[in-house]
């Protein structure tokens, strides 16, 4: 039998303090809110008990952050589709601003195992102001353990409406798509990393925020496999190709740390989970 969740997380801006109010259905929950960087920043972690997807599961996360709020959402473990024979798995994330809201959504990694049928989206809005920061990378299979991503399919989309689509269709057995230059290029790992604004960036704002990004990237091991673009004015978008989910997480957060001071001029304060 499917095992569904939901999770409805509301941002308010209670001046001066961001709060968080919930509703949950099923094996999805929010821990406790942290402030670790004062009041007007709240940080919270997102737990799934069961650790991962089967056949017929859906996971559906809904996140409203109200105008003057901001939120940073992290989570202790990678989301799993395992293997499955019949109806895919679903994982369903719905990012919704108010007027000059800030949200970091920054989830750890997903692992499609080999024999998954998996269901990854995103869907972003935004209103004029608001401004997000996240990522999405995705493991095929499990290199570290032997297990190739030989069977099995994975449809991932981000998609903003009316504004920017990103859509990709991984079916195991499609190893041009796997293995040619012009697709992964054998590489098992991929990375989205997309900063939205709600207001057009200006030209200037957005190669200062590329000259950094592509700066960054330069120095980082990733660099022959990894690009920044604007694919268009209210949004800057780096990818990237990896072996392995160590050094494509390494290289977001990274990233992560140059934006965060030039977009809000706040410090670095990652979540403690990542200390853990």
């Known amino acids: ?26 094996p999805l929950r929010v821990l406790q809110s942290l402030y670790p960087e004062g009041c007007g920043i709240c940080h919270n972690v997102l737990v799934h008990p069961p650790g991962g997807l089967v056949e017929g599961d859906t996971l559906s996360v809904k996140v409203n952050v109200a105008a003057g ?10 989301t799993r589709f395992y293997r499955s024979k019949g109806q895919p798995a679903t994982q369903e994330v719905s990012l919704t601003l108010a007027e000059n809201a800030r949200l970091e959504w920054l989830p750890l990694e997903t692992i499609a195992y080999p024999g998954c049928q998996a269901l990854n989206r995103i869907t972003l809005n935004l209103a004029p102001g608001a401004e997000l920061l996240a990522w999405d990378v995705t493991a095929l299979g499990l290199p570290g353990a032997q297990q190739a991503f030989d069977s099995g399919r994975l449809g991932q989309c981000l998609h903003w409406p009316g504004v920017w689509r990103e859509q990709a269709h991984l ?16 590489h098992r790992c991929m990375g989205t990393l997309v900063l939205a604004s709600g207001t057009p960036m200006s030209a200037t704002r957005r190669e200062l925020l590329l000259d950094a990004v592509r700066q960054a990237i330069g120095t980082h091991a990733l660099a022959p496999t990894t690009g920044a673009t604007c694919p268009d004015e209210r949004v800057l978008v780096v990818r990237t190709l990896s072996p392995l989910v160590e050094p494509a997480m390494d290289l977001f957060k990274h990233l992560w740390a140059q934006l965060r001071p030039r977009l809000w001029q706040l410090g670095v304060t990652a979540p403690r989970i990542w200390g853990v």
């Open 1 to 26: 039998m499917p095992w569904n969740a939901s999770l409805s997380l509301d941002y308010r801006l209670e001046a001066p303090r961001t709060l968080l109010r919930f509703s949950h259905d099923g």
């Open 69 to 78: 709020a901001h939120a940073l959402i992290s989570t202790p473990g990678a």
């Open 171 to 186: 079916d195991a057995c499609d190893l041009s798509l796997l293995n040619s230059p012009l697709g992964l290029a054998g």
